[in-house]
């Protein structure tokens, strides 16, 4: 199965309902091409490097802090949750981006940083439903190190639980849908 690295504290995020949405240009590796989704169902595997504070919303500190208390011992990572594409976007309006706000946990000063890291490249505006899964420990292969976005494990999705009702959900992405559109 597909796995997308992202930010541990954005995985809390996600596995607790407060985010539903990605905001993505792609890892240092995909400049050329920008960030593509890969697979329209994929594992969320939880990264601890570049996340701070200054990065997130005052009222989602706690989510860095247990994503911190919470880490994996060195050489493990933990997968809890899958991630089902929805909808997907190329967003260039900064005005759309700000509405998107109650979407996700980023700061907006993270949010205008990134919007102005290759600036020509659209920021691709991603819709999950989420599905919480029985937690799995894999070990950290080399190949999953580096500044890319997606690589490829071995997990078992089937047994799993949506994070949000259906109503909840699809109240979401009908507002997601009217900014983006």
């Known amino acids: 199965m597909k796995a997308l ?5 954005v995985v809390k995020a996600l596995e607790n309902g407060n985010q539903t949405v ?15 989704v890969e697979s329209i169902r994929f594992a969320l595997f939880p990264t601890y490097e570049h996340q701070d504070n200054t990065s997130l919303k005052s009222q ?5 802090a247990e994503a911190r208390e919470d880490k994996p011992k060195d050489g493990v990572n933990r997968i809890a949750s899958i991630a089902e594409v929805l909808e997907e976007c190329d967003v260039v309006s ?3 981006i700000e509405k998107l706000s109650s ?6 000063s993270y949010i205008v940083e990134r919007m102005n890291w290759l600036p020509e490249k659209p920021m691709k505006a991603i819709f999950l439903k989420v599905h919480k899964i029985p937690a799995t420990e894999l070990v950290v292969l080399p190949e999953y190190h580096g500044c890319k976005s997606w690589i490829e494990l071995n997990v ?7 994070v949000l009702s259906e109503a ?14």
């Open 156 to 162: 078992n999705a089937e047994s799993r639980k949506a």
């Open 103 to 108: 979407f996700h946990i980023w700061s907006d």
């Open 94 to 96: 900064m005005e759309k």
């Open 5 to 9: 690295k992202e930010w541990a504290t």
């Open 22 to 36: 990605l905001l993505r240009k792609g890892g240092i590796l995909e400049t050329d091409s920008g960030f593509k």
């Open 168 to 181: 909840e959900l699809q109240q979401k992405l009908s507002e997601f849908r009217r900014i983006v559109n």
């Open 60 to 64: 989602y500190y706690q989510y860095l």
